[in-house]
């Protein structure tokens, strides 16, 4: 996947607009709670300092948050910004390393890796893995998100739903908050899910830590393998080689084979061994995914 610090123009912000949009919003939110404190003065500090662009202001998310109010970000700035949306396309694969911000839909024409505060004040769709990596990342969308797969482990809001073959949130400092989540595997491993979760199976935080974590993934893979026909694809083996920080690399085959979750990356299975074969299941069967400096990105291809 290659590093894109976006490469954009970046978008100028009119902080007399934007401030007095928050103090439209402000009033409106104080006078539903009947609480002149409603918001504990985060949103007037977002719109403090003055700033030259919108990636500047989505940029202090990184070091000031407030989870319950993250979904007012893309509002302020649709609501500042008005009818001028537009439809953004992204081609090929892209981990995003700097602050992004677009008013409208965006579309990913691969696999989109999120390392920095992210602001899309319209839906998001993305034809392979979304991922963030917390807590460098920040997610906040306006609207809805589909992608093939999504992967959290930081702070991530979707306004609007979910919709993708898996789902899974990882590391407990962080919380992924959605309308409703729409999906064939939904695993919330040590990380708070706020959201409706319609799924052909769901893991949630108490079924999916402590001592009953590993039955938990064995019978999520016993289950998951007889409802699906992945492709045969020649594994991926986990890398023992010192020179090799890939956690994951086909050219060292006397490594032994450590099978991982579909569309798992370095980032996102950092803190784990990965998910053992199921039984049953050819090792060919059992396709990881990595980000290997030798062999490339191998991404999911379908399930």
């Known amino acids: 996947m290659a590093h894109n610090k976006n490469g954009d123009t970046p978008l100028p912000i009119d902080m007399a607009a934007i401030r007095r949009t928050v103090e439209v919003m402000r009033a409106k939110r104080a006078a539903a709670l009947k609480s002149d404190n409603s918001d504990s003065g985060w949103l007037a500090g977002l719109v403090e300092c003055d700033l030259d662009s919108y990636q500047e202001f989505v940029a202090q998310l990184r070091v000031t948050l407030d989870p319950d109010l993250l979904g007012y970000v893309p509002e302020m700035c649709a609501k500042t910004l008005g009818d001028t949306r537009t439809t953004r396309t992204l081609i090929g694969d892209q981990q995003l390393d700097t602050p992004f911000f677009h008013h409208g839909d965006l579309v990913v024409k691969g696999d989109l890796g999120v390392g920095a505060p992210f602001v899309v004040t319209g839906s998001v769709t993305v034809e392979g893995v979304m ?43 962080s919380t992924l908050h959605a309308g409703t989540i729409r999906a064939r595997l939904v695993i919330e491993d040590d990380h708070q899910t706020i959201a409706t979760v319609k799924a052909d199976l769901y893991f949630d935080l108490f079924d999916y830590q402590g001592d009953t974590g590993t039955a938990c993934r064995n019978s999520c893979a016993r289950s ?46 950092s803190s784990s061994a990965g998910m053992d074969a199921p039984p049953n299941v050819t090792a060919a069967a059992w396709q990881p995914s990595v980000h290997c400096p030798t062999g490339g990105h191998e991404h999911l291809e379908s399930w």
């Open 131 to 173: 991922g963030d990596c917390g807590p460098d990342s920040v997610v906040a969308i306006g609207g809805a998100v589909k992608a093939r797969g999504g992967l959290t482990s930081g702070e991530m809001l979707v306004m609007g739903d979910i919709e993708a073959d898996v789902v899974y949130g990882d590391y407990n400092d």
């Open 224 to 269: 998951w393998w007889t409802r699906s026909s992945p492709p045969t694809r020649t594994p991926t083996r986990r890398c023992s080689t010192p020179a090799c920080s890939s956690r994951g690399c086909a050219a060292c085959p006397s490594s032994a084979p450590t099978w991982l979750p579909r569309g798992a990356e370095a980032c996102w299975s």
